[in-house]
């Protein structure tokens, strides 16, 4: 069922299926002519899991029907947001025990790590 | 697949009721001490490392008392067997063996059934056994609906001379549960390997039981931490990392192995280290075959396929990069319905946020070639968020074959090299 979890709120932000969050800045959308985020959120050509409600990003489904895997966690909102909108959104994607593991290698590694 | 240590498949023997001989884990001197004390001499110290053909690599030892076994203890837990570091033993009760007995339990892929396998003369090199004289080997195929029952195993002895009828009867008891066990624990291969027969019952020595890494998720009792194949050694940090990404996430998946964490065999062999990353386990062994012959060896194994969603690509593109010493990237998808711009979209926000001012582009040569369903969307993602203009990254489309994918990555690690780079 359709849910408006976005009116009133500061950040918008739920888990998915993975084990991670998507939090979406809303006090930047409203200045957004773009909606790129919701644009992308799309599968074989409709709407998946955003939609614009009064001039910012909402959620189509409840927040349990995303987690269990209504976002199919293709980072285009992420992306998008950085090209055509405001960097309003942010994807976190933890992976247990790998920043230990940076740690660990940290003077051996080719890259720099911020 | 998972592949249990002894100590652990012996445990879930005991709950098929196999019969295993009196046995303790320890990884302490004082432990082993306490375990003796418990059992009583002689016994046998064997190391629990996941590796065959312990006896003659120095991983098993019988002790006859005290002395030898404060001895052995310590050399064994500070010394490796094969290769493998051994931080854990089982001391055992040593049995009078009158003759030993190979069972196992495994999937016959032309059958399509599991297979019994019933070896009279032992297993000692049964692999080599089966190639040289498979005639040597009963073996029964089980119609899983049907099941496997003691009559068919009595059957499938009566093949097997020199034994009593009551030995008879006890081996086909265990015949039985371990076809049962093999079923419960959804296992690619149960073994004993010997079954011993003594002189007053049948005893497993040793056991070897490997899950179908596809079934993990339906064997939760058995705690195991690390489904994905590393041989035969334990995994890395770094790919028990890995084997968290498809824990609560079905959607696609992520093979990852290490094929030389310690980068010893590609210095020895005077090669190049790179990380790698194929859609399809084909693509990547044909890939590696064109990589090799270049000087390049990729330090890792992976394969992302099923359509793994964009947050999968994201988490292992983090961890290929995160290997020390490597000298460039090769990403390649072979040609599939995989949706391309998806894969693309893990690595470009994995590339942002490990080369942050360079806004994604790699400080090592990097080669993503991009063939199949979405290949044109992944190219221009690349294209739009600037990582395809970076100096040492080369994007190919579906007219790449393996071997242009290679030859352009060899051609821009020279240039990379050539400019003073890194490592």
């Given at each position: 069922?359709?849910?408006?979890?976005?009116?009133?709120k500061k950040?918008?932000?739920?888990?998915?299926r993975?084990?991670g969050?998507?939090?979406?800045?809303?006090?930047?959308?409203?200045?957004?002519?773009?909606?790129?985020?919701?644009?992308?959120?799309?599968?074989?050509?409709?709407?998946l899991?955003?939609?614009?409600?009064?001039?910012?990003?909402?959620?189509?489904?409840?927040?349990?029907?995303?987690?269990?895997?209504?976002?199919?966690?293709?980072?285009?909102?992420?992306?998008?947001c950085?090209?055509?909108?405001?960097?309003?959104?942010?994807?976190?994607?933890?992976?247990?025990?790998f920043?230990?593991?940076?740690?660990?290698?940290?003077?051996?590694?080719?890259?720099?790590?911020? | 697949?998972?592949?249990?240590?002894?100590?652990q498949?012996?445990?879930?023997?005991?709950?098929?009721?196999?019969?295993?001989?009196?046995?303790?884990?320890v990884?302490?001197?004082?432990?082993?001490?306490?375990?003796?004390?418990?059992?009583?001499?002689?016994?046998?110290?064997?190391?629990?490392?996941?590796?065959g053909?312990?006896?003659?690599?120095?991983?098993?030892?019988?002790?006859?008392?005290?002395?030898?076994?404060?001895s052995?203890?310590?050399?064994?837990?500070?010394?490796?067997?094969?290769?493998?570091?051994?931080?854990?033993?089982?001391?055992?009760?040593k049995?009078?063996?009158?003759?030993?007995?190979?069972?196992?339990?495994?999937?016959?892929?032309?059958?399509r059934?599991?297979?019994?396998?019933?070896?009279?003369?032992?297993?000692?090199?049964?692999?080599?056994?089966?190639?040289?004289?498979?005639?040597?080997?009963?073996k029964?195929?089980?119609?899983?609906?049907?099941?496997?029952?003691?009559y068919?195993?009595?059957?499938?002895?009566?093949?097997?001379?020199?034994i009593?009828?009551?030995?008879?009867?006890?081996?086909?008891?265990?015949?039985?549960?371990?076809?049962?066990?093999?079923?419960?624990?959804?296992?690619?291969?149960?073994?004993?390997n010997?079954?011993?027969?003594a002189?007053d019952?049948?005893?497993?020595?040793?056991?070897?039981?490997?899950?179908?890494?596809?079934?993990?998720?339906?064997q939760?009792?058995?705690?195991?931490?690390?489904?994905?194949?590393?041989?035969?050694?334990?995994?890395?940090?770094?790919?028990?990392?890995?084997?968290?990404?498809?824990?609560?996430?079905?959607?696609?998946t992520?093979h990852?192995?290490?094929i030389?964490?310690?980068?010893?065999?590609?210095?020895?062999h005077?090669?190049?280290?790179?990380?790698?990353?194929?859609?399809?386990?084909?693509?990547?062994?044909?890939?590696?075959?064109?990589l090799?012959?270049?000087?390049?060896?990729?330090?890792d194994?992976?394969?992302?396929?099923?359509?793994?969603?964009?947050?999968?690509?994201?988490?292992?593109?983090?961890?290929?990069?995160?290997?020390?010493?490597?000298?460039?990237?090769?990403?390649?998808?072979?040609?599939?319905?995989?949706?391309?711009?998806?894969?693309?979209?893990?690595?470009?926000?994995?590339?942002?946020?490990?080369?942050?001012?360079?806004?994604?582009?790699?400080?090592?040569?990097?080669?993503?070639?991009?063939?199949?369903?979405?290949?044109?969307?992944?190219?221009k993602?690349?294209?739009?968020?600037?990582?395809?203009?970076?100096?040492?990254?080369?994007?190919?489309?579906?007219d790449?074959?393996?071997?242009?994918?290679?030859e352009?990555?060899?051609?821009?690690?020279?240039e990379w090299?050539?400019?003073?780079?890194?490592?």
């Amino acid at each position: 069922m359709r849910e408006n979890r976005t009116l009133g709120k500061k950040l918008l932000e739920f888990k998915v299926r993975s084990g991670g969050t998507i939090a979406i800045d809303i006090q930047r959308c409203i200045e957004c002519e773009t909606k790129a985020c919701v644009k992308v959120c799309t599968i074989q050509g409709g709407p998946l899991v955003l939609d614009v409600e009064q001039q910012v990003p909402s959620l189509r489904w409840s927040l349990a029907e995303i987690e269990r895997g209504g976002c199919v966690e293709c980072l285009g909102c992420e992306l998008d947001c950085e090209l055509y909108g405001k960097r309003a959104v942010q994807v976190n994607l933890p992976l247990a025990g790998f920043d230990e593991y940076l740690r660990s290698v940290a003077e051996l590694l080719v890259y720099q790590v911020d | 697949m998972a592949r249990l240590l002894e100590y652990q498949g012996k445990d879930i023997f005991s709950r098929f009721k196999i019969p295993t001989p009196k046995g303790k884990v320890v990884r302490r001197l004082e432990e082993a001490k306490a375990a003796a004390d418990d059992i009583g001499y002689p016994l046998v110290v064997k190391a629990q490392v996941y590796a065959g053909k312990r006896a003659k690599s120095g991983g098993i030892r019988i002790v006859n008392d005290d002395n030898e076994l404060l001895s052995a203890v310590p050399v064994m837990l500070s010394s490796t067997v094969r290769g493998l570091p051994t931080d854990t033993l089982l001391v055992e009760e040593k049995v009078d063996v009158k003759r030993e007995i190979y069972v196992g339990v495994t999937a016959d892929p032309s059958s399509r059934t599991p297979v019994v396998i019933v070896c009279g003369e032992g297993g000692v090199d049964i692999e080599e056994m089966a190639q040289q004289r498979p005639d040597a080997l009963l073996k029964f195929y089980v119609d899983i609906l049907r099941g496997m029952h003691v009559y068919d195993a009595l059957n499938l002895l009566r093949s097997v001379p020199g034994i009593s009828s009551q030995e008879r009867l006890a081996v086909a008891r265990v015949i039985c549960s371990l076809y049962a066990l093999y079923r419960h624990h959804d296992c690619k291969l149960a073994e004993i390997n010997p079954l011993a027969l003594a002189t007053d019952r049948v005893v497993a020595l040793d056991s070897r039981v490997d899950i179908d890494d596809d079934a993990v998720s339906r064997q939760a009792g058995l705690n195991i931490e690390m489904a994905e194949e590393a041989g035969n050694r334990s995994a890395t940090v770094l790919e028990r990392v890995a084997g968290s990404i498809d824990h609560n996430d079905h959607r696609g998946t992520v093979h990852f192995v290490q094929i030389d964490p310690d980068l010893s065999y590609i210095r020895e062999h005077n090669m190049t280290p790179i990380g790698f990353d194929c859609v399809g386990a084909g693509a990547s062994l044909a890939m590696m075959d064109e990589l090799v012959p270049l000087g390049f060896y990729p330090v890792d194994f992976c394969d992302t396929s099923g359509n793994p969603v964009g947050s999968k690509l994201y988490r292992i593109t983090r961890i290929i990069f995160s290997q020390p010493g490597i000298e460039g990237y090769v990403f390649l998808s072979c040609i599939s319905s995989q949706q391309l711009d998806n894969t693309a979209r893990g690595i470009i926000k994995a590339l942002k946020e490990i080369y942050v001012e360079s806004g994604g582009q790699p400080n090592i040569p990097s080669v993503l070639a991009f063939r199949g369903a979405w290949d044109e969307d992944a190219i221009k993602l690349l294209a739009d968020h600037g990582i395809m203009g970076g100096r040492w990254v080369r994007v190919l489309g579906r007219d790449a074959t393996e071997r242009s994918t290679a030859e352009t990555f060899a051609a821009l690690h020279r240039e990379w090299k050539a400019a003073g780079g890194r490592c």
